[in-house]
């Protein structure tokens, strides 16, 4: 990817939010935001398209900014393909998906502490983004809803075309005790979560670096122990 090109489409299409309305709007964290901006890591095209269209530009060029199409690519027709198992899917795709579902449980991890230790944690989490808190459980079998409730009162709930956007209201003195079994099993299994580096280290990932790879996300082969 051209880094230069999504980042000046970046700065040009959402001038003059800073990096916190940004990641509100697009339904990300702000330090991905940050991690774009220096392109330490790339956008998906997902979140690409979201940023286009909540800022009111056109997606196709978007994703022509990001390097996901071409100028050809739009004079042509376009078919889509879905990957139908793991085996069609890069590992730096698998790692880079891997690294957003865990800021999602750490942010989560974020409100609960915030909750319960009366500080204060500026992340937003898009109400799809919720599906991914529960580790032990495909996203598609979570009902997001279920770790909201319990702390709605907790929440600041924004709307935003259509789609919902939670933050930490104020402080409360809430002790863990009082909340219901299930989110406190979140405590726990999040905070494990937390202390994972969701920027990509060996240790997070499993991963052993050898001479045919030259890189990985946020970073390249010398980040990696060789065996």
């Known amino acids: 990817m051209d880094k230069n090109a999504w980042?000046?489409?970046l700065e040009v299409t959402t001038h003059p939010d800073n990096d916190k309305t940004i990641a509100f709007k697009v339904g990300?964290?702000?330090s991905t935001i940050g991690r774009w901006r220096s392109g330490e890591i790339d956008p998906k095209p997902r979140q690409v398209v979201a940023l286009a269209r909540r800022y009111g530009k056109s997606p196709l060029a978007a994703l022509v900014?990001?390097?996901?199409l071409?100028?050809?690519?739009l004079e042509e027709d376009l078919t889509l393909h879905y990957a139908a198992d793991l085996d069609e899917i890069s590992t730096l795709q698998l790692v880079d998906e891997l690294r957003d579902r865990l800021e999602v449980m750490n942010d989560y991890a974020g409100w609960l502490?915030?909750?319960t230790r009366e500080t204060g944690h500026p992340a937003h989490l898009a109400h799809g983004a919720l599906r991914y808190v529960h580790p032990a459980v495909a996203p598609s079998q979570v009902d997001g809803m279920d770790f909201i409730r319990p702390i709605a009162s907790h929440l600041h709930v924004e709307e935003l075309d259509g789609d919902k956007y939670y933050s930490i209201d104020r402080p409360h003195d809430v002790s863990v005790s009082d909340l219901p079994p299930h989110v406190r099993e979140r405590i726990q299994e999040t905070s494990a979560a937390r202390t994972a580096n969701v920027d990509g280290t060996r240790q997070d990932y499993d991963l052993v670096a050898n001479d045919s790879i030259n890189e990985f996300p946020s970073g390249n082969d010398a980040d990696y122990d060789h065996a």
Do not use: K, Q
């Open 28 to 30: 990300v964290s702000p």
């Open 113 to 115: 502490a915030s909750i």
């Open 70 to 73: 071409s100028a050809e690519d």
């Open 65 to 68: 900014a990001a390097e996901y």
């Open 7 to 9: 980042t000046r489409y």
